[in-house]
Nanobody, 121 residues
């Protein structure tokens, strides 16, 4: 059973930056794709980005590309959040699954406990 542990959330002012980290307890074919989604209270879950270890491909939600950057080092993924806006306020969850298609379909083998990002204006 793969466990995902996130860190790096916090409170910043608009325009600021944060770096989120997520470490998987082990590598598994069932966690070949790792990514992030976010969810604000009363809003739908939004997939943010994913990375597939096989191809090295990174995919972003179109609206976030350019401000958010995902990188991966073995079993750890990082999500760099730049030029943050109040509407980026949400709980950010690290997820992992066998394929990125499943993650973008909101299906996850594994999910972390979440880390809160709060952006004030």
């Amino acid at each position: 059973q793969v466990q995902l542990v996130e860190s790096g959330g916090g409170s910043v002012q608009a325009g600021g930056s944060l770096r989120l980290s997520c470490t998987a307890s082990e590598y598994s074919i069932d966690s070949a794709c790792m990514g992030w989604f976010r969810q604000a209270p009363g809003q739908e879950r939004e997939t943010v980005a994913s990375h597939y270890t096989g191809s090295g491909a990174t995919t972003y939600a179109g609206s976030l590309k350019g401000r958010f950057t995902l990188s991966r080092d073995k079993n750890t993924v990082y999500l760099q959040l730049n030029s943050l806006k109040p509407e980026d306020t949400a709980m950010y969850y690290c997820v992992a699954d066998r394929t990125c298609a499943r993650i973008w379909s909101r299906i996850y083998n594994y999910r972390g406990q979440g880390t809160q990002v709060t952006v004030s204006s």
